[in-house]
Nanobody
């Protein structure tokens, strides 16, 4: 069955960096687009960006563009989220998600609505 396991979270200082990983199994990884999202305490799920199955395209919301970078290694069945210039407001539970096809589909419902599987999340805390 589909499994997504995030790792790499922890405590970071403001201005610091973290790289999150999401190890996937149970499906042909390179055939599916992937997304990252986060949920801060008391807030809804926020989409952080996504990447095509072949890695040819990435998309980000304006809120993280230039600070966060998504990449994938299809040989390792892993997708990454590189986070730079971290801020205290980046504190949240971070999730990776699988899309039902090789590309991201942008509808009025937003890319999060397309995700059919989520991992269990990894906590990121940004504090001095």
């Amino acid at each position: 069955q589909v499994q997504l396991v995030e790792s790499g979270g922890g405590l970071a200082h403001p201005g610091g960096s973290l790289r999150l990983s999401c190890a996937a199994s149970g499906f042909p990884f390179s055939s599916y687009a992937m997304s990252w999202a986060r949920q801060a305490p008391g807030k809804g799920l926020e989409w952080l960006g996504g990447i095509y199955g072949d890695g040819s395209n990435t998309y980000y919301p304006d809120s993280v563009k230039g600070r966060f970078t998504i990449s994938r290694d299809n040989a390792k069945n892993t997708v990454y989220l590189q986070m730079n210039s971290l801020k205290p407001e980046d504190t949240a539970l971070y999730y990776c998600g699988k899309h039902p096809g090789p590309i991201l589909v942008f509808t009025t419902s937003g890319p999060l609505s397309q995700v059919d599987y989520w991992g269990q999340g990894t906590q990121v805390t940004v504090s001095s």
